[in-house]
């Protein structure tokens, strides 16, 4: 049992929930809480970390439901391969990056993708250009898996997808959604649309509703910074400007909602040339 937050491993933890560059180089991440860890492909775990008093009441709560069971399984997996790591509670609390922990944390590989790998038959791709709001890059996150998209890629300039806050809000969607983080993404859209992939650009330029074109074909869609939008050197790559209706005052919403609408739409469109009935 740990029992000293001077440890070296307290202190690795540390510096990869506060340290983008640490995670970089290391491409290792920590997640925390139950739900995300009972989610955590195996492949991927490195450490499991659980507090002394959550370890005493877990073989009561592993029952209770689902997610209980799958994070047993966790338990048992990082135990036989050696990586489970008991912690005092006032250990644990200098290790979470929570308010209120819950008691399990875990460092993780970090998935890696190519771009084939989000380059389905008819791929329907995410774009963002310097997204910075934690929580809207985890919620765009969640809605792609969700809506089906076949990838999401990133500008170097977006907030780290693997900080803890990011984490947290993706609910387990980043084990399960391919992505790239593009070093030069003007070249990466050039070589996307030498796929043969139509772009939509979410602008207030756009002169047509969302829901005026086809995405059933190779799609991606280019969302832009909270604040500033989409750049003129992006937009000036999108086949076609568009725009969601808006009543009242407001010009815009939420980088999130927004793509959420869009992917919504692309979703509703794809289910209906399938042929499925349960269209609305």
Do not use: W
Request: charged residues 25%; aromatic residues 6%.
């Amino acid at each position: 049992m740990i029992t000293s937050r001077d440890n070296p491993r307290v202190k690795h933890v540390k510096k990869l929930n506060r340290k983008a560059k640490s995670r970089r180089q290391e491409k290792l991440f920590v997640a925390e809480g139950e739900r995300i860890i009972s989610e955590t492909p195996f492949s991927l775990l490195r450490e499991l970390y659980v507090c002394d008093t959550y370890q005493k009441q877990e073989a009561v709560n592993r029952a209770h439901s689902r997610m209980q069971e799958k994070l047993g399984a966790v338990m048992e997996m990082a135990k036989e391969k050696g990586i489970l790591e008991v912690v005092t509670e006032d250990v644990f609390a200098e290790m979470s990056d929570t308010e209120h922990p819950q008691g399990v944390l875990a460092v993780i590989e970090q998935p890696s993708y190519q771009l084939k790998d989000l380059m389905t038959d008819a791929p329907l791709l995410m774009i963002l250009e310097d997204i910075q709001d934690p929580g809207n890059l985890g919620t765009i996150f969640r809605t792609a898996e969700g809506a089906g998209v076949s990838g999401i890629i990133m500008s170097r300039g977006t907030v780290d997808l693997f900080s803890p806050k990011v984490v947290r809000s993706t609910m387990g969607s980043i084990y399960r959604m391919p992505f790239l983080v593009a070093e030069d993404l003007p070249e990466m859209i050039r070589s996307i649309k030498g796929e043969g992939v139509r772009l939509y650009a979410a602008h207030l330029e756009g002169k047509q509703y969302h829901d005026g074109f086809a995405y059933t074909g190779p799609s991606g869609f280019m969302i832009g910074n909270e604040g500033n939008g989409l750049s003129r050197e992006l937009t000036d790559y999108a086949d076609d400007l568009l725009r969601i209706p808006m009543g009242g005052q407001l010009e815009s919403l939420n980088a999130a909602m927004a793509a959420g609408i869009l992917m919504y739409e692309a979703n509703r469109q794809r289910r209906k040339d399938l042929g499925h009935a349960n269209l609305v």
